[in-house]
């Protein structure tokens, strides 16, 4: 997508020396844009943790990468040794989105028997390319499949702009490019439909109000930054006509984990009769678990980001208490929304009910169901 009407992505093999990775560095948004170089798995695990890169997808990719860059520093006659320390390093890093560890379980199934060093470091990096291409692949689809349900949305109501309501950053950001739940939103912009996006702030990190509100206006798609708790005033007086999120985790049963907040999002729009979407690739759905709010793992972040808020002042980013110095915060990361409360799940193979036999019918193949 693009930034200063250049298109950029969110990671990419540096063209001069292909042992560097390079990424944009998302704390710096929207104030300065940073690209950042990745030379270690060390400095990839950094930059998923302390989310210089965030987004299901994105950390995907990431540590696919972060395995090739593993095999390049690894000692010789440890190659072995390190890939598994490596994956156990970069799966720990965030655990909710299961894209992380999809994409690592990937680039060790792709070096199969290989022994060889350059095999395995050839191996891991034609996988870890694969995969990135597979996600930039998966997003678009997903914009060509959601943008019709914007579309029947637009006949509805000619001449007036579709109202969109989104939580987090679900954009090329947290992608590759395209994003997933605004990737129907630019196929709907870039063929002529008048949308408008209500972005959340999402708090506490406000990735929102800094990412999604970031991306959406250098693509010139019109949008409001809002506070999260506006949604639900919005669709009472019928200003939201569609809801779309994205997902860290998606069960097998059609249950969403996605940024704290969502859950509050999909019961407001069920109240309103508001259709709530969620758009994911299948790299997100984890089809070996049902119940997504007694065996999904919720990261617990640190009670900073509730106590402290980020701006820029001048020339730097500060940080700002916002809280008594001696009241202490909790800080989940996800809420679960159950499959009762989605409209549907927008896929790269279509718009499927939320449930576990639709989900089966798009993806037949898939293992993990307890049968």
Known sequence: MNIGGKHY??????????????????????????????????????????????????IGVAGAFGM??????????????????????????RPTAVNLAFAVSRVRAALGSRAARGEMIAAALAEA???????????????EYGVTLIEKTAVRKPREPVNILTHCNAGWLACVDYGTATAPIYRAHDRGIPVHVWVDETRPRNQGARLT????????????????????HLMQHG???????????????????????????????????VPFFAALPSSTIDFSIRDGVKEIEVEERSQDE??????????????????????????????????????????ERGVAEASEAGLRKLFPEAKGYKD
């Not at 006659?77 to 156990?88: I, P, T």
């Not at 390319?129 to 914009?143: N, Y």
């Open 239 to 273: 200003r939201v006509d569609m809801v779309i999120v994205g997902s860290d985790r998606t069960t097998a049963a059609g249950d969403v984990c996605n940024k704290i907040g969502t859950y509050l999002k999909a019961l407001a729009a069920k109240d309103n009769g």
């Open 129 to 143: 390319r694969r995969i990135r291409r597979d996600e930039i692949d998966f997003c678009r689809r997903i914009g």
């Open 9 to 58: 992505t969110t990671i990419w093999l540096d063209g001069s020396d292909p042992e560097t990775v390079k990424i944009i560095d998302q704390r710096a948004l929207p104030f300065r844009l940073v690209i950042e170089d990745l030379r270690t798995v060390e400095e990839a695990c950094a930059a998923i943790r302390d989310m210089h890169l965030r987004g299901a997808p994105l």
């Open 306 to 347: 509730v106590r402290y808020i980020e701006g820029f002042h001048g020339e730097a980013i500060v940080s700002t208490r916002v809280t008594p110095e001696r009241s202490p915060a909790a800080n989940p990361g996800f809420d679960v929304t159950p499959a009762r409360l989605v409209t549907g799940i927008i896929t």
């Open 68 to 93: 090739y860059l593993a095999l390049l520093r690894s000692p010789r006659g440890r190659e072995a040794a390190a890939l598994e320390e490596a994956a156990a390093a970069l799966v720990a890093t």
């Open 213 to 232: 509100a970031y991306e959406l206006g250098e693509h010139g798609v019109p949008h409001t930054v809002i506070v999260d708790n506006a949604g639900g």
